[in-house]
């Protein structure tokens, strides 16, 4: 019926699973990206609203607990996304090494 | 008029735009040059330039993926344009409500429009009409946020859509015109073009989606340029025969199948009187792009719902011309380039 079909549409990097794959990747850059103007909106709103100016963030430097309770996301992050190929008891046991009670 | 989107419709329409381009600009550039670099002296007809490049860059990664961002973004547009004019459709339906129009609107209640045009055409959902405020959405909005800044078709990334269409309603061939029809006209991006050019001329603008002319008439009303808006088929308008000095269209006849576009020509000559003039503003034949070139613009056929692009490509336009009775036919480039690039052509004087 209309091109709009996903039956007809053609595949453009080998395969059908590849194409799949990189239409989920463009759309969580656009999500993404939308987050990040968001996040510009925001902090342009909050220097109006004389909350934090840009600068502020940019100069913030986290103390020992700020800085600690980052490092433990950032490398809970890059373990569930790097760690995605790993067998399903190893991701189970990482994750619930998170849950703090 | 000023749409005025919500912070995500905006930032999700402005990212197409900025994937069009780099997709334009870098990644399709790199493959042009792989292609180049590789087949120093490529072949002149249209099937071997397709199978040439298509071989050659088989598994390159600047190619294949050019290839399929821009298809990606063309499915994309109405996905992300539809909702975001919905969420504004109350200032939108007041603004096409036209308070004080300048010209007119006539719309066809009983017009069947013709199953070619009907399909999916560009990958919008339903087609032209697929949805009540797809010509504002495509108008405003599409190219606003993705086409003008991502390019499109023959058009470059970053080129101006407006200004092409202004140096091409430059090139009519007098200035003294006193009826001027133009042929798919859409939401007038050449109409208003040609009102400035010919200020003093009647226009009448035939198209067939409903929603394009509702957009037309509002940005009539907002500019104060009197047009008239004309719902109809470019081959079959039912205007009055002779009634017309000059037949315009910009990008029409690709969007028609070859043995349509005789039936348009065939059109404009009775829409004319003897003496007046033709002036149609198309893709430049084949033989005047490069190899790699033609098969991008080509590639349109299957790939972004431009079904008759090919044939009409295909379609010797002189020729055509010649026999609906046209004289002094002649075609260039706007500007020395081939886009845009122009038809011109005379009904003979009685
Ligand atoms: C690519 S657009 C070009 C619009 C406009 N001339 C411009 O410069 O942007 C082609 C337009 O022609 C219209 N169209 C296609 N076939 C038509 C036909 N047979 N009669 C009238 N309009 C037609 C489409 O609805 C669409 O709005």
């Not at chain 1, 963030?57 to 700020?66: G, K, M, W």
């Not at chain 2, 339903?126 to 086409?147: C, K, Q």
């Not at chain 2, 037309?216 to 808006?229: E, N």
């Not at chain 2, 315009?248 to 070859?258: F, I, K, R, V």
Request: aromatic share 8%; net charge negative.
């Amino acid at each position: 019926m209309t091109g709009g079909d996903v039956p007809n549409r053609p595949h453009y990097l080998g395969s059908d699973r590849l194409d799949d794959l990189a239409r989920m990747i463009t759309e969580l850059t656009s999500e993404l990206w939308i987050l990040k103007d968001r996040n510009m909106v925001l902090e342009k709103l909050l220097a109006e609203a004389g909350v934090v100016t840009v600068e502020s963030i940019d100069s913030y430097q986290p103390d020992a607990e700020t800085a600690a309770h980052i490092a433990a996301e950032r490398s809970a992050l890059a373990a569930r996304i790097f760690g995605a190929v790993l067998p399903n008891d190893q991701r189970l046991e990482r994750e619930l090494g998170t849950v703090h009670p | 008029m000023d749409m005025d989107l919500r912070q995500r419709r905006r930032a999700s329409l402005e990212f197409l735009g900025s994937v069009q381009h780099f997709a334009g600009r870098t990644l399709q550039s790199a493959a042009a040059a792989q292609y180049e670099a590789a087949v120093p002296a490529p072949p002149d007809s249209l099937d071997e330039r397709r199978e040439s490049v298509h071989s050659t860059l088989d598994g390159s990664s600047v190619w294949e993926f050019d290839r399929f961002l821009t298809r990606w973004v063309a499915e994309e547009i109405y996905v992300r344009a539809l909702p975001a004019i919905e969420e504004i459709r109350g200032g939108v339906e007041k603004w096409l409500d036209v308070a004080r129009p300048s010209g007119t609107l006539t719309l066809d209640p009983d017009l069947v429009p013709p199953a070619y045009w009907e399909h999916g055409f560009h990958l919008a959902p339903g087609g032209w009409d697929g949805h009540d405020l797809m010509g504002p959405a495509i108008s405003e909005l599409v190219f606003a946020y993705v086409l003008t800044p991502g390019g499109v078709g023959a058009v470059r990334a970053g080129e101006n859509l407006n200004d092409q269409r202004s140096q091409v309603a430059g090139e009519t061939r007098r200035t003294d015109y006193e009826h001027v029809v133009e042929l798919g006209a859409s939401s007038g991006r050449f109409t208003f073009a040609l009102r400035r050019r010919l200020p003093d001329a009647r226009i009448t603008a035939v198209e067939l989606s409903e929603s394009a002319l509702r957009h037309a008439h509002a940005l009539s009303a907002d500019k104060g340029a009197r047009i008239d808006w004309w719902q109809g088929a470019a081959e079959d308008t039912k205007l009055e025969s002779g009634s017309a000095d000059l037949v315009a269209c910009y990008t029409l006849l690709h969007e028609c199948p070859a043995e349509v576009n005789l039936q348009i020509l065939a059109e404009a000559f009775r829409l004319l009187e003897p003496g007046g003039d033709l002036m149609i503003s198309e893709i430049a034949p084949y033989e005047h792009q490069n190899a790699f070139r033609a098969v991008v613009l080509d590639w349109e056929t299957e790939n972004r719902g431009e079904p008759y692009w090919r044939e009409v490509m295909a379609l010797d336009l002189h020729r055509a011309l010649a026999d609906a009775g046209f004289v002094d036919i002649e075609s260039y480039g706007v500007g020395g380039g081939v886009y845009p690039w122009v038809t011109r052509a005379t009904k003979p004087a009685a």
